[in-house]
C-alpha cells in the first residue's frame, strides 16, 4: 500500500483559486516548536505568488519565521515582544515598560490594523496626534480638557513604535521604517517639585515612628532615588572612619512581581556619596531597629544584607517607602509631594547653597551636567541673577 510522502520543510506549490487570487502554499516548521505547518501567502499574480513563495523559502532556510509583509501591525507586535525584545540587552524594568506600552498603547488602536507593508508616517502622525488630543475624562466639557496621555508617555509610545517597525526591517518584512520619518515628540518640562527647608523638617518629622523614618532622613540628606536607597546594602555603608560615606551600586524596583536590583543604566549612577552628621545618624539608628527586628523574627529572619528592610528581613518594596511619604505629607500639610520630592529638595538646597553644578550632577548620578541644568534651571536661574547682581555691586557706581 502506497503512503503520501510527507512534504519537505519549505517545500511548495502555486495554484488558483477560483475567484482567480493566486495561492503560494508550502510547509515549514516552526523555529520556536519544531512542529510541521502549512503556510499560505497570496498575490494578485502568479508571479507575485512565486516571489512570496521564494522568499518565504528563504527565511525558512534561514530558520527564520515566514511573516506575510501583508500581516497586520498588531500581529506583529505580539512576536516582537516575547521574541525581538525579551532578546534585546534592555534592562529588565526598560523590557517591561516596551511590553506594556505595545500592548496597552498600540496594538489597542486602529494603526495596530495597518498592515507592516503599508504603514505611512502619516499614519504614524495620526497616531500620536489621537494621543495627545485624548481627554483624561471623554465627558468634561472643558474647553480645554486635561490630556490622557503625559508628554512623556507618547515619546515613549513614539519611541517603543520605532523599534517594532525596525525589528520588522530587520527581518526583512518591509524595506524601510516610516517612523523613522517623523520627528519624535517634544517632552515638555514640568518643574520639580521641592520643599522648602521647613517643609522637608516637617516631613521628616512627620515620618518619625514609621518603619521607614530612616530612609526618608537618608533621602532626604543625600538625593538619593528611591530605588537606590533601598538596594543599599551594609558592605556599601562606612559610617566609623573620617569622612562616612555610601556607595550606590544598584537600584531596587519590582519587575514581573519580584523585587530586583539591577545595575544602573549609567556609569555616572555609580557613585560614592559622602554623609552628612544627621544621615550618620540615621543610618546607626537604622541599625540598631534593624538588630531589635532580627531578635523578635528569630528563626524566621531572612539576612539579605539590606539597609532597609521588612520586620523579617526581606527587601523593602518601594510602593510601601512611597506610602510612607504620602501619610507623612498629609500629616504635615503638603501636597503633591512623593519620594522624589525629597531628591529634588536636596539638589535644590545643595544648588542655592552655592554647591557647583557639577558637583551636584555627580552625587546625584545624572549622566551629564546638561540634565541637571535643565532639570533645576528654576535655581540656576536664580543664580545667574544673584551672580549678576553680585558683579553689579562690585563695579560700583552706574555708568549710564
Same mark, same amino acid.
Given at each position: 500500500?502506497?503512503?503520501?510522502?510527507?512534504?519537505?520543510?519549505?517545500?511548495?506549490?502555486?495554484?488558483?483559486?477560483?475567484?482567480?487570487?493566486?495561492?503560494?502554499?508550502?510547509?515549514?516548521?516552526?523555529?520556536?516548536?519544531?512542529?510541521?505547518?502549512?503556510?499560505?501567502?497570496?498575490?494578485?499574480?502568479?508571479?507575485?505568488?512565486?516571489?512570496?513563495?521564494?522568499?518565504?523559502?528563504?527565511?525558512?532556510?534561514?530558520?527564520?519565521?515566514?511573516?506575510?509583509?501583508?500581516?497586520?501591525?498588531?500581529?506583529?507586535?505580539?512576536?516582537?515582544?516575547?521574541?525581538?525584545?525579551?532578546?534585546?540587552?534592555?534592562?529588565?524594568?526598560?523590557?517591561?515598560?516596551?511590553?506594556?506600552?505595545?500592548?496597552?498603547?498600540?496594538?489597542?488602536?486602529?494603526?495596530?490594523?495597518?498592515?507592516?507593508?503599508?504603514?505611512?508616517?502619516?499614519?504614524?502622525?495620526?497616531?500620536?496626534?489621537?494621543?495627545?488630543?485624548?481627554?483624561?475624562?471623554?465627558?468634561?466639557?472643558?474647553?480645554?480638557?486635561?490630556?490622557?496621555?503625559?508628554?512623556?508617555?507618547?515619546?515613549?509610545?513614539?519611541?517603543? /513604535? &520605532? =523599534?517594532? !517597525?525596525?525589528?520588522? @526591517? *530587520? #527581518?526583512? +518584512?518591509? %524595506?524601510? $521604517?516610516?517612523?523613522?520619518?517623523?520627528?519624535?515628540?517634544?517632552?515638555?518640562?514640568?518643574?520639580?517639585?521641592?520643599?522648602?527647608?521647613?517643609?522637608?523638617?516637617?516631613?521628616?518629622?512627620?515620618?518619625?515612628?514609621?518603619?521607614?523614618?530612616?530612609?526618608?532622613?537618608?533621602?532626604?540628606?543625600?538625593?538619593?532615588?528611591?530605588?537606590?536607597?533601598?538596594?543599599?546594602?551594609?558592605?556599601?555603608?562606612?559610617?566609623?572612619?573620617?569622612?562616612?560615606?555610601?556607595?550606590?551600586?544598584?537600584?531596587?524596583?519590582?519587575?514581573?512581581?519580584?523585587?530586583?536590583?539591577?545595575?544602573?543604566?549609567?556609569?555616572?549612577?555609580?557613585?560614592?556619596?559622602?554623609?552628612?552628621?544627621?544621615?550618620?545618624?540615621? /543610618? &546607626? =539608628?537604622? !541599625?540598631?531597629?534593624? @538588630? *531589635? #527586628?532580627? +531578635?523578635? %523574627?528569630? $528563626?524566621?529572619?531572612?539576612?539579605?544584607?539590606?539597609?532597609?528592610?521588612?520586620?523579617?528581613?526581606?527587601?523593602?518594596?518601594?510602593?510601601?517607602?512611597?506610602?510612607?511619604?504620602?501619610?507623612?505629607?498629609?500629616?504635615?500639610?503638603?501636597?503633591?509631594?512623593?519620594?522624589?520630592?525629597?531628591?529634588?529638595?536636596?539638589?535644590?538646597?545643595?544648588?542655592?547653597?552655592?554647591?557647583?553644578?557639577?558637583?551636584?550632577?555627580?552625587?546625584?548620578?545624572?549622566?551629564?551636567?546638561?540634565?541637571?541644568?535643565?532639570?533645576?534651571?528654576?535655581?540656576?536661574?536664580?543664580?545667574?541673577?544673584?551672580?549678576?547682581?553680585?558683579?553689579?555691586?562690585?563695579?560700583?557706581?552706574?555708568?549710564?
Amino acid at each position: 500500500m502506497s503512503r503520501t510522502r510527507a512534504a519537505a520543510n519549505g517545500e511548495g506549490s502555486i495554484y488558483k483559486r477560483a475567484d482567480g487570487k493566486w495561492v503560494a502554499a508550502l510547509v515549514v516548521e516552526d523555529p520556536e516548536t519544531g512542529k510541521r505547518r502549512r503556510r499560505v501567502l497570496y498575490g494578485k499574480t502568479r508571479t507575485e505568488a512565486r516571489h512570496k513563495l521564494r522568499e518565504a523559502q528563504d527565511r525558512a532556510d534561514d530558520g527564520l519565521p515566514i511573516t506575510d509583509k501583508r500581516a497586520e501591525l498588531g500581529g506583529w507586535i505580539d512576536r516582537w515582544v516575547t521574541t525581538t525584545l525579551e532578546a534585546s540587552d534592555r534592562k529588565q524594568s526598560t523590557k517591561d515598560l516596551y511590553a506594556t506600552v505595545a500592548r496597552r498603547y498600540i496594538a489597542t488602536d486602529p494603526i495596530a490594523h495597518r498592515t507592516l507593508d503599508r504603514l505611512k508616517p502619516s499614519d504614524v502622525e495620526a497616531f500620536l496626534l489621537r494621543m495627545r488630543n485624548t481627554p483624561k475624562d471623554p465627558e468634561s466639557e472643558d474647553a480645554d480638557p486635561i490630556p490622557k496621555y503625559s508628554s512623556s508617555t507618547i515619546r515613549t509610545t513614539y519611541t517603543v /513604535l &520605532r =523599534a517594532i !517597525r525596525d525589528g520588522a @526591517k *530587520r #527581518d526583512g +518584512l518591509i %524595506a524601510r $521604517n516610516p517612523v523613522e520619518a517623523v520627528k519624535r515628540p517634544a517632552v515638555e518640562r514640568v518643574e520639580a517639585r521641592y520643599l522648602t527647608i521647613p517643609e522637608a523638617r516637617a516631613l521628616m518629622h512627620a515620618s518619625k515612628g514609621s518603619r521607614y523614618h530612616h530612609a526618608v532622613v537618608l533621602i532626604a540628606h543625600t538625593g538619593l532615588r528611591r530605588g537606590e536607597a533601598l538596594a543599599l546594602r551594609w558592605d556599601d555603608v562606612d559610617l566609623d572612619t573620617d569622612n562616612p560615606a555610601i556607595r550606590v551600586r544598584g537600584t531596587l524596583a519590582r519587575s514581573r512581581g519580584r523585587l530586583t536590583v539591577t545595575t544602573p543604566k549609567t556609569t555616572q549612577s555609580i557613585r560614592t556619596v559622602p554623609l552628612a552628621p544627621d544621615a550618620v545618624d540615621a /543610618l &546607626r =539608628a537604622q !541599625r540598631t531597629a534593624q @538588630k *531589635r #527586628d532580627r +531578635l523578635r %523574627a528569630a $528563626n524566621i529572619w531572612t539576612d539579605t544584607g539590606y539597609v532597609f528592610t521588612t520586620a523579617t528581613g526581606e527587601p523593602v518594596d518601594p510602593r510601601n517607602l512611597y506610602r510612607v511619604v504620602q501619610v507623612a505629607a498629609t500629616a504635615a500639610g503638603l501636597e503633591h509631594v512623593g519620594v522624589h520630592a525629597l531628591r529634588h529638595t536636596a539638589a535644590t538646597l545643595m544648588l542655592e547653597g552655592g554647591v557647583n553644578i557639577k558637583a551636584v550632577s555627580a552625587l546625584l548620578g545624572h549622566s551629564s551636567v546638561a540634565i541637571t541644568g535643565d532639570v533645576y534651571a528654576h535655581v540656576t536661574d536664580d543664580t545667574a541673577r544673584a551672580a549678576m547682581a553680585t558683579l553689579g555691586g562690585a563695579l560700583g557706581e552706574r555708568t549710564a
